[in-house]
């Protein structure tokens, strides 16, 4: 380039970039007319949205610790297990496909054992999700189901250190007989180092042949549930403060073919009576996070179901056309319609009392399905007519929820998924502010600002809380929004999809920016929307502004995703208020900063308090902040 087009190159950037400063240091004045509601806030407006990818539920909530308890083959082997020959013993081990402890469950391992004894065991052991996570002092709850062909002598089961093959907590278990049967312990950990490194061995001292199938070993669990989740991440996903829980899944839920769906039948009862079966995340699923497991989630949580019911189409593009070869799927549906609110004088109902819950939950929304505009068929627009005639015949009150538009119904909800950059949240955060009010409400199903991995960075959380604005804003029409993929295991292997919003290992688990986001936007949320305006927002301002009147709260939630300061003149009229207001401030340096499961802390919200609080008064936002400023009416 020549010198002085260069130097003319130059200085013109040098004047947009001094323009593009002045006007993002241009003070915005807000005005909020607190006297002026405009509309309610849904009360469901932020909830959780789930299915079985990057280790979500097994080797993440679902706090089950071995790894492939079933012991299902492959053309490896058995995956995750491994046979044991300590000292002279002599052993192998192998699949036996003609006998197991159910129906469900119709093969398992054989354990033939030539040659052991006291100093030589032999037996199996299993690597666990990545290693098997121990804590000092803590209690491990486990089972297995067995039978011997004759007296192989007591069974030990041992916690093992990879480092250094000592035990860490062991046991023994006698009775095994030539019929099966499940066998209970417990194993304790004494003043150890938390660590992963770990395995579970079951080994024998006498010749023989063992049959096994079906070992679990589950750490203490939220609220102490048996088949329960992992403490740490329930406790993550109630300080989102939750209304709702979208269950089984995504694509979970339809699976790669019709036969390997979400089969909520086999689901259901004791786990030797559950198959297992494939998810479409290249791994399979245990099966242990049943529907009654999803159902006793929303309860422990006290969020509300958003049943998902399999309609008939599934990823690969298999699908059942309407008519009569949909109506067992139909059925299908009503009967895990009547499992969830059915009494227990009901066929399902009675099921589900038999499974350990005789008190019904209260549904109030099913979905039709998963991401129906993938198929090509055109089938779903008669599918979801077929569904909707019979669920509302004997459901009236249900609300449907269709995942993609269709004609010859109006669905009550229509699901809606949105995955993208900051930059396009950015521009769409007035997306909503258009839409049809006569049209179907909508649920924002499953939505991210897809920046960071294996979850979000500030740049991500940004993007998400300009995007919460414009929900927030209209909330009348949106009534559901949940972010996805909500979980991700950071261990090598364990991320199947980017920008996830709370990563963890087998010890301990982070909240990403866009994490700490959702918990400041659900914790303070008002139940009107109240009239405002803006004069002076460039394209990097955003916020919301809703208000409790039982609490005499008012919440005003900004977004600076600037590089500059944010200068804002607040005109609040038709309220008086505290001269002190509570602040919550999410800030980072810069966009890509974040948080990880080395630095979990990084980024965190910050409390601190305004005074001088009054109907005007003037409020610098920083650059790259989140802030949630808490009003108190007089």
């Known amino acids: 380039m020549p010198e002085k087009t260069f130097a003319r190159a130059a200085a013109l950037a040098a004047c947009l970039a001094a323009a593009a400063a002045c006007a993002q240091n241009a003070p915005v004045t807000l005005t909020i007319h607190a006297s002026q509601p405009t509309h309610a806030v849904s009360p469901a407006l932020y909830g959780l949205m789930t299915e079985e990818i990057n280790y979500s539920y097994d080797g993440g909530l679902y706090a089950e610790m071995v790894r492939n308890r079933t012991f299902r083959g492959d053309w490896s082997g058995t995956p995750y297990w491994y046979l044991v020959e300590q000292g002279e013993a002599v052993a192998r081990m192998e699949t036996d496909k003609s006998t197991g402890p159910s129906a469900a469950l119709p093969a398992s391992m054989r354990l033939d054992v030539e040659k052991a004894d006291t100093h030589s065991p032999a037996g199996v052991l299993n690597v666990g999700f990545w290693g098997f996570s121990l804590r000092p002092d803590t209690e491990y709850k486990g089972s297995f189901y067995a039978k011997d062909a004759g007296d192989v002598g007591p069974v030990t089961i041992s916690l093992v250190s990879d480092n250094t093959g000592k035990a860490l907590a062991t046991t023994t278990v006698s009775g095994v007989g030539a019929e099966w049967a499940q066998h209970t312990f417990t194993l304790k ?19 023989g042949t063992l049959w096994l199938n079906l070992v679990s070993l589950f ?33 979970y839920l339809e699976g790669d073919t019709i036969k390997e769906r979400f089969e909520w039948k086999k689901t259901i009862g004791p786990l030797v009576d559950r198959p297992t079966h494939p998810s479409p995340w290249m791994y399979h699923s245990s099966d242990g996070m049943g ?35 949909l109506e067992p799927y ?29 008190a019904p939950f209260k549904l109030t929304y099913v979905e039709i399905g998963n991401e129906d505009w993938f198929d090509k068929s055109g089938s779903y627009d008669g599918r979801y007519a077929q569904f909707s005639e019979a669920i509302k015949a004997k459901y009236p009150g249900l609300q449907l929820i269709a995942t993609a538009p269709i ?102 688990s982070y909240g990403s920016p866009s994490y700490y986001a959702q918990v400041l936007f ?11 305006s803006t004069e002076g927002a460039g394209g990097k301002f955003f ?75 003037h409020h610098t936002l920083p650059p790259y902040t989140i802030q949630v400023i808490a009003f108190d009416e007089q």
């Not at 950990?189 to 010749?207: F, K, Q, R, W």
């Not at 989740?229 to 089984?248: G, S, V």
């Not at 009654?292 to 008939?312: Q, R």
């Open 543 to 617: 916020y919301s502004i809703t208000a409790s009147a039982a609490k005499k709260k008012l919440y005003l939630k900004l977004v600076n995703a600037s590089s500059d300061p944010q200068q804002v003149d607040l005109n609040i009229d038709g309220a008086k208020l505290a001269p002190t207001a509570k602040v919550e401030s999410l800030t980072a340096t810069n966009p890509e900063e974040t948080n990880s499961i080395d630095a979990p802390n990084r980024i965190v919200p910050a409390s601190s308090e305004l005074h001088d609080v009054s109907g005007k008064f």
């Open 189 to 207: 950990t004494s003043a150890i180092e938390p660590s992963s490194s770990n395995h579970l061995e079951l080994t024998v001292t006498h010749p």
């Open 219 to 251: 750490p203490p669990t939220y609220h102490g549930r048996a088949n329960g989740n992992r403490i740490d991440l329930m406790e993550k996903l109630a300080a989102m403060h939750p209304a709702f829980l979208r269950f089984p899944g995504g694509n």
């Open 330 to 358: 139909v059925q299908d549906a009503l009967d895990e319609i009547e499992y969830v609110t059915g009494s227990t004088s009901t066929k399902w109902g009675a099921e589900r009392a038999k499974d350990g819950h005789p």
């Open 407 to 508: 004609k010859s119904v109006k669905p009550d909800v229509l699901d809606e998924h949105f995955y993208v950059r900051a930059t396009t949240n950015f521009h769409d955060a007035t997306h909503y502010d258009k839409t049809d009010r006569n049209g179907p409400k909508i649920f924002v199903g499953e939505w991210a600002t897809r920046e960071g991995l294996p979850t979000p960075d500030f740049g991500a959380a940004l993007g998400d809380s300009a995007w919460m604005t414009g929900l927030e804003r209209n909330s009348d029409i949106v009534v559901m929004a949940s972010y996805a993929p909500l979980l991700v295991r950071v261990d090598p292997g364990g991320m199947q999809w980017e920008t996830d919003l709370i990563g963890y290992n087998g010890l301990t």
């Open 522 to 532: 659900a914790q303070y949320l008002g139940d009107h929307v109240l009239a405002s």
């Open 291 to 325: 529907l009654l497991e999803f159902l006793e989630w929303c309860e422990d949580l006290h969020m509300n179901p958003v049943l998902a019911v399999y309609a008939g189409y599934s990823l690969h593009g298999e699908h059942v056309d309407p008519g009569p070869a």
